[in-house]
């Protein structure tokens, strides 16, 4: 039997994994109204910057002050996202299980 602690695998969205964490994009979603520019205009920029299915993420740091802006690592770059940017990037990371 081995000592390591167990991993079972969540999906989220980036705006509510802790600093340190990491994990997998599994898509940007659009929110809200598919008719408003703003929102397709950011999350196609966010897929521009490189948050695609399959690429790995980091949670660097998170402000003070409503935990905004949030440093975020995506491949070999680093990036700054405000909340609700984060939210719409849906990943799955893997959280431990047990005392061990």
């Known amino acids: ?6 991993q079972q695998a ?9 600093v340190g964490d990491s994990g997998v994009v ?9 008719k408003n520019e703003s929102l397709f205009n ?4 966010l897929k521009e910057l490189g948050f695609v299915k399959g690429e790995s993420v980091k949670i660097l740091h998170k402000g003070y002050f409503g935990g905004e802006p949030l440093a975020v690592r995506i491949g070999q770059s680093t ?11 849906g990943v799955t990371h893997s959280q431990k299980v047990g005392k061990w």
């Open 26 to 34: 599994h898509d940007v979603q659009d929110q809200g109204d598919v």
């Open 79 to 89: 990036f700054a996202l405000r909340n609700f940017e984060a939210a719409l990037i």
């Open 1 to 6: 039997m081995s000592s390591l602690p167990l």
């Open 42 to 45: 950011i999350t196609r920029r």
């Open 10 to 18: 969540t999906s989220t969205t980036l705006n509510l994994m802790k």
